[in-house]
């Protein structure tokens, strides 16, 4: 995994644990997952499916449902 850039880490949410993470993600709508930042070490939430599969299976769909 890449290094987490400083400007994303600073204005990101920061947990202690992934645990602490995963409990705030669950309550959020989007799908996200927890991935511990090599800068500060503590966990951050970032979202899971980033629009190619989501725009794959739109094109799929027959034109007038
Ligand atoms: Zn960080």
Excluded: I, N, W
């Amino acid at each position: 995994m890449k290094r987490t850039r400083l400007s994303v880490c600073r204005r990101k949410a920061r947990f202690v644990s992934e645990r602490d993470a995963l409990t705030v993600a669950q309550a959020g709508r989007v799908p996200l997952r927890a991935y511990r930042c090599d800068r500060c070490l503590h966990f951050h939430l970032t979202s899971r499916t980033k629009g190619k599969r989501l725009l794959q299976s739109r094109l799929l769909l027959p034109v007038d449902v």
